[in-house]
């Protein structure tokens, strides 16, 4: 496998289920993000993780918790989520996560269509 | 607050016609950087390119051509004979220090380029 992959790639569930989403980078990188994106709204940085410590939580919804047990993986949690929770939800990672005086590139997994009925 | 524009939600073009998808942005900082990224179909978000605001030399790379002007604080990508396989949804992302101690995305709504054979 190369560059960043999600797993699943399409997800429906219930809301009052629990599942995760799976992101695994193999570009030997040390930051990874979650984004969501919905339909005719920009994308939306929900965390930063670097060297495994979260950095950025944009105001998410505690019925998002990530998790990075290492820096090449990352969870998304996902429990009692709305229908307004139903989007693209792109996983993504970066060498340095901008930490080091600079905008390093995020490259960008193929994502998981969640939709919550 | 960092905001990228990108005025034109959808272009329908011809195959082997030109095209330019325009991308305006908004920033207090000096030194931010700029980026392009593909997401065809499938759902991936493909890195094209990454310019800092100090470099405004233009860049093409094959049919790919950009147009870096500070003064108007802009970052145009044009297309030169457009094929089929170019339609996706482009989006242009400015990032800038976040003022956490790093540097993070911010992305336009994209714009969508149907190419006709």
């Known amino acids: 496998e190369t560059g960043v992959t999600q797993t699943p790639r399409h997800l429906v569930m219930g809301m009052t289920n629990k599942k995760s989403l799976k992101c695994e980078q193999h570009l030997g990188h040390n930051a990874m993000y979650w984004y969501k994106q919905s339909a005719k709204k920009p994308l939306e940085l929900m965390f930063v993780y670097n060297f495994k410590e979260q950095t950025e939580n944009n105001s998410v919804p505690s019925r998002f918790s990530p998790e990075c047990p290492n820096s090449s993986h990352l969870f998304l949690h996902l429990h009692t989520l709305q229908p307004e929770d139903s989007a693209l939800y792109l996983c993504a990672s970066s060498q340095r996560g901008g930490l080091a005086g600079e905008a390093d590139t995020q490259y960008f997994g193929p994502g998981t269509r969640l939709t919550v009925l | 607050a960092q905001k990228v524009t990108q005025a034109q939600t959808e272009i329908s073009v011809v195959e082997k016609e030109d095209v330019t998808l325009d991308c305006v942005y908004e920033t207090r900082d000096t030194t931010y950087y700029l980026f392009w990224y593909k997401q065809p179909p499938s759902g991936e978000l493909v890195f094209l390119i990454r310019?800092?605001?100090?470099?405004?030399q233009n860049e093409i790379s094959g049919r790919y051509s950009w147009n870096f002007q500070k003064s108007t604080s802009s970052f145009n990508f044009t297309i030169t004979a457009s094929q089929v396989v170019d339609s996706a949804v482009y989006f242009c992302?400015?990032?800038?220090?976040?003022?956490?101690?790093?540097?993070?995305?911010?992305f336009g709504k994209g714009t969508k380029l149907s190419v006709i054979p």
């Open positions: 992302a400015l990032s800038d220090y976040s003022g956490a101690g790093s540097y993070q995305l911010t």
């Open positions: 310019r800092n605001s100090f470099d405004e």
